[in-house]
């Protein structure tokens, strides 16, 4: 797929730092493995801790003349990046391909997904008002200023891995902060293609610094940014355990953060739900990249009324999804990231089975020849049957698998449903008003979608609570979160 970019130096391997593409200090490589195929697709530096050091001392030399700029002209330079990245949309869609394994139309969506947020951070550059207090005492002025927190280390996921990064740089930037960032080691190509595109827009050495590393050297760069008090904020989307870590780890430089974490989302579809639309929004939901996200609804609870019409037509509608490489324009859901992830999946759905649950369609891991490639794949599923003892109710399963649950009353499913340490995603479809505003109010979650699939938008606030994390991401939320407020006060003005 790669071979046929319009634009071959989009494809970087190298570290950027101070406004060059540089070499590790380690001089290793690191082979990005296209998951349809296991093969690798390019070779790209895997780094260290002096590399860590060279583009935090970049970053943190770069900051005092980047926050000196005005919002307009940080928004310009921002402006000018999306609409490289718009232009680019299909390399930057290949690219995204081909390392991550969704479907090229879903990655085409992607970037345009990915560049709202550079849009929205590039209008917000200019509205980051502050506040005139009126003053309780004669002779005194009150303000309340927004200042940029300062250097902000970005670590991004492999699932979006043009998505994650543009919403974590576009804010940071918009803000007056400058960035070190690492992505995904299996997604390091669309990460370095975002980079050289911001470099094209012209923005100054420095103010964004890319380091590439492998799973393992990870630790190694991050520990160089978490303990560097010149690091000011860590903005992460990944596991709860590592977010963690990371929480714990900053503790003694006391570093803002923004953690986007594991998610376990209910959805819920009452006896009043309209069940088309109810089936049509867990599809949208559910099978976005392939289950990998981390506001996929991974526990469906079904009013026992309308279970079983609501399994039968979902279950047409799942058994009928085409699984196969990105390369294939039918493909609809791709291969899984690597080996550990369709190794969790089939754990789940044996763990159910053996359970007691049923698979109504798919419930196996497919391989060739069924599709193409030595990727790891698995049948899109549906499980009726699942109970709370079971490990996908417990365990983010992020994958293609449905297992639904049955439940009588509103208590006692927005009970099971808030019955997790994770807070995200929710959604629920109802007809009912009172019951829409009721239930709403009771779950237990950053993002509730009401009678509503698709939620992720630019404009509104993205994060979750309990261990899902804080911090939010897009609408004026997003911009708060890479400033801190300074309180002016002048006296003698009698
Ligand atoms: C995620 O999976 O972390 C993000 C998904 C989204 O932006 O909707």
């Known amino acids: 797929m790669l071979d046929t970019l319009k634009r071959s130096e989009l494809l970087r391997t190298l570290n950027f730092i101070d406004g060059r593409w540089c070499r590790p200090a380690t001089g290793r490589e690191l082979a990005v493995l296209d998951p349809a195929s296991l093969e690798a697709v390019a070779h790209v530096a895997d780094s260290a801790a002096a590399d860590a050091r060279a583009a935090l001392d970049a970053a943190h030399a770069a900051f005092p003349a980047w926050r000196e700029r005005t919002g307009r002209e940080r928004a310009q330079l921002l402006k000018k990046w999306h609409a490289l990245i718009v232009a680019h949309q299909e390399d930057l869609a290949r690219i995204v391909s081909a ?168 959805f819920i579809v009452f006896e009043d739900a309209d069940i088309d639309a109810a089936v049509e929004g867990l599809m949208v939901s559910k099978f976005r990249n392939g289950g990998q996200t981390c506001v996929c609804p991974n526990r469906v609870y ?61 419930g196996r891991v497919l391989r060739e020849p069924e599709v193409a490639g030595r990727g790891h794949y698995f049948a899109p599923t549906v499980l009726v049957g699942a109970t709370p003892q079971m490990e996908l109710s417990c365990e983010e399963t992020f994958g ?53 699939g698709a939620l992720a938008a630019e404009a509104a606030p993205f994060g979750g609570v309990k261990e899902s994390g804080y911090g939010r991401e897009g609408s004026r939320h997003g911009l708060d979160d890479y400033q801190h407020v300074k309180y002016l006060c002048q006296g003698g003005l009698k």
Not at 202 to 218: M, Q
Not at 428 to 449: N, P
Request: glycine share 8%; proline share 7%.
């Open 99 to 266: 390392e991550q394994g969704k479907p090229l139309a879903e990655a085409r969506g992607e970037v345009l997904y990915g560049a709202s947020y550079v849009e929205w951070f590039a209008e917000e550059a200019t509205r980051t008002h502050g506040d005139l207090i009126p003053e309780p005492v004669r002779g005194k002025k009150l303000m309340a200023v927004k200042e940029p927190v300062g250097v902000v280390a970005a670590i991004t996921p492999w699932n979006f891995p043009l998505a994650m990064i543009a919403r974590k740089l576009a804010p940071a930037l918009a803000a007056g902060c400058t960035v070190v960032a690492k992505p995904a080691e299996d997604t390091p190509l669309t990460a370095a293609a975002l980079v050289a595109l911001a470099e094209e827009a012209g923005f100054p050495a420095g103010s964004i610094n890319l380091v590439l590393a492998s799973r393992e050297r990870t630790p190694e760069v991050v520990d160089v940014w978490l303990a560097d008090p010149r690091v000011r904020k860590i903005t992460f989307t990944g596991s709860t355990p590592v977010g963690k870590h990371l929480a714990r780890a900053s503790a003694d430089t006391l570093k803002k953060l923004s953690l986007e974490l594991g998610g376990n989302a209910p």
């Open 302 to 362: 079904v009013h026992s009324a309308v279970h079983d019409r609501f399994v039968d037509k979902l279950a047409s509608r799942v058994g009928a999804l085409k699984v196969g490489p990105a390369s294939d324009p039918a493909s609809q859901i791709g291969p899984m990231i690597n080996g550990r992830a369709v190794e969790k999946i089939d754990r789940h759905v044996r763990d159910a089975v053996a359970r007691g649950a049923r698979a109504v369609t798919g």
């Open 400 to 452: 293609p698998v449905v297992p639904v649950f049955r439940f009588d009353g509103e208590d006692e499913v927005v009970r099971l449903a808030n019955d997790t340490p994770f807070g995200l995603a929710a959604y629920f479809y109802s007809r009912d008003a009172a019951r829409i505003w009721r239930v709403a109010d009771r779950l237990e979650a950053g993002i509730v979608g009401i009678n509503e």
